[in-house]
């Protein structure tokens, strides 16, 4: 049996483990000048009193006015809070969501970095948790199911060593989600790559993963993906080798082969200089609505002075290299 890991990785691949080939609905596509501008609000729209906040997740219910799904450190330990707004812009505390919990696999580091999705019986928020440096994703519907939902991959996998900052979106009865992998290499390399479930539990990952690979770049993180005049768009971090991390875009018309777009959309303010980062959009008609992280510390975790800004996703037509 002294090849039963290789054996085991190799099943794994093969699709019988959890893998297979898929892509989304394909879309017919747009206009292929069409892109973005991103327009920032000068100041952030959501600061804790003490500690930092990060990684929002923005839904709105007819009942309840926007729901934001957030990330909050105190110094040792980054849990989910929620917020509530009438318009998205003024927003107040509500109550803390998830604990991470030290007796189970999330460990007592993290238990946050996550994406919120409204159904019918609530709020579905995916989240990592584990030790730093080597998190899973799991669901909380109101309670936390026991075990991780998305695990690492196999040996020597482009997400060997973690999975996180998971976006999920919901199309007919299918829940696609987009996540961050990292290797085993050092430094390690973080790339996103995309799931599918049924049912938002059992997942399959896509056997072509990373959809989104690295160019002159320390890593991606952070995708949020939405459809948009006839494409898919993914807003996603671009982690920089001395640690200052940026906003850029791509689109796809199948949600598996992305074009990487011109613009880089760095913060605009003092409040977030080194850091911009976590994006949550909304689409509401032809208005793009985006909340972000943003810090002027450049950390790749946690200590950046981190706040909740707000700002809008504006269509340009403008001239692509072939």
């Not at 747009?30 to 991103?38: V, W």
């Not at 009193?49 to 990060?54: I, K, Q, R």
């Not at 030290?102 to 946050?112: D, F, H, K, Q």
């Not at 999705?117 to 995916?126: E, Q, S």
Request: charged share 20%; proline share 8%; hydrophobic share 40%.
């Amino acid at each position: 049996m002294k090849h039963a890991p290789l054996f085991l990785a190799l099943v794994l691949l093969s699709g019988c483990g959890g893998y297979a080939d898929f892509t989304l609905p394909v879309l017919s596509g747009g206009d292929p000048s069409l892109s973005f501008t991103f327009e920032q609000h000068a100041e952030p729209v959501f600061a804790p009193a003490s500690g930092e906040a990060l990684n929002p997740s923005v839904v709105r219910a007819d009942r309840y006015g926007y729901v934001n799904l957030y990330s909050e450190f105190d110094g040792h330990t980054w849990r989910t809070m929620a917020a509530g707004s009438d318009d998205g812009f003024a927003w107040q505390k509500l109550r803390t969501v998830i604990e991470p919990d030290p007796r189970s696999w999330e460990g007592s580091y993290i238990a946050a970095n996550g994406s919120a999705l409204l159904a019918n019986d609530g709020v579905w928020y995916w989240y990592q948790a584990g030790d730093k440096g080597s998190p899973r994703i799991g669901l909380w519907r109101g309670h936390k199911h026991p075990q991780p939902v998305l695990s690492y991959g196999p040996y020597m996998s482009w997400d060997e060593r973690a999975v996180a900052d998971p976006s999920v979106l919901r199309l007919g009865e299918t829940f696609y989600m987009y996540y961050l992998g990292q290797d085993r290499a050092s430094p390690p390399r973080q790339r996103l790559g995309l799931a599918r479930s049924p049912d938002g539990i059992h997942w399959q990952k896509l056997r072509s993963n990373p959809v989104l690979d690295l160019d002159d770049e320390a890593g991606l993180g952070e995708p949020a993906v939405w459809q948009f005049r006839g494409f898919y768009w993914m807003l996603y971090t671009v982690r920089r080798f001395d640690e200052t991390r940026v906003l850029r875009l791509a689109r796809s018309t199948d949600g598996v082969h992305w074009r990487k777009l011109p613009p880089i959309f760095a913060g605009s303010a003092p409040w977030n200089s080194r850091v911009i980062c976590d994006p949550s959009v909304l689409v509401e008609g032809d208005t793009i609505r985006v909340w972000f992280g943003g810090g002027d510390v450049a950390r790749p975790d946690e200590n950046i002075h981190g706040r909740i800004g707000y700002g809008l996703l504006r269509p340009v037509h403008v001239t692509l290299a072939p």
